[in-house]
């Protein structure tokens, strides 16, 4: 049996008992799984499988199957969600699943784990749930290979000027003169020098708000 710190990203009910759990290990990766009789008894999986729950996963790899069956999810414990609980709970959901979206069974993804811990934390404190949406969402994207840019123009290098275009598929913003053949959204240079400027303390909740449309739309 192998164990696991791991956060909950979803749970669908099957059959009359079961849940088919996703969740994200410290170790290992994504992690799917069937949690036979969790929906009955509370003995074992008594916090349940909510987006954001976090605690240590007890698992069997099976090798014919798809799915590993859940022994276990001890110490689990419910996202807090600070002191908006409708937005935490937003920020929460949309973080997880973008996490899910991204992430793939078997890998390394020690380094999304400690993101993904980092939000709930920040959530938790109450930091503002823009902020830390936009942050969370430019650190997970970089992690997985992209590398979100809004100071210069992913194609020509240079400033990208006051007619930039978001290419959700490069993740990048693009000049006027250089505009994909993808756009979704202009973006001002003023903006996206602020957006360029994010970090998890930072209060500028309109290049947040921002960052999160085209981040979202990328994920
Ligand atoms: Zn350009």
């Not at 192998?2 to 992690?31: F, M, N, P």
């Not at 790899?61 to 022994?71: G, H, K």
């Not at 007619?163 to 903006?191: H, K, M, N, Q, Y």
């Amino acid at each position: 049996m192998a164990e696991t710190e791991a956060i909950a990203l979803r749970a669908t009910a099957y059959g009359e008992s079961d849940w088919i759990v996703t969740l994200l290990g410290a170790h290992g990766g994504k992690i799917r799984g069937i949690a036979r009789g969790a929906r009955k008894s509370r003995k074992r999986f008594g916090a349940g499988f909510d987006p954001g729950t976090r605690g240590t996963l007890s698992f069997r790899v099976q090798p014919r199957s798809e799915l590993a069956t859940i022994e276990g999810f001890g110490n689990a414990r419910p996202p807090a969600l600070g002191p908006d609980p409708v937005a935490g709970f937003a920020v929460v959901n949309v973080a997880v699943e973008c996490c899910d979206a991204v992430s793939v069974e078997d890998e390394d993804a020690a380094r999304r784990f400690t993101l993904l811990s980092e939000l709930l934390a920040h959530v938790a404190d109450g930091a503002s749930p823009a902020v830390t949406l936009a942050w969370f969402l430019a650190a997970l994207l970089a992690d997985a290979g992209f590398a979100p840019r809004f100071d210069r123009c992913v194609r020509c290098e240079r400033p990208v000027g006051n007619r930039a275009r978001f290419d959700a598929a490069r993740v990048a913003l693009v000049c006027a003169s250089c505009t994909g053949e993808a756009p979704v959204a202009s973006v001002s240079a003023e903006i996206a020098a602020r957006i360029a400027a994010l970090t998890p303390a930072s209060r500028d909740v309109e290049a947040a708000r921002t960052t999160v449309d085209l981040l979202g739309a990328a994920c």
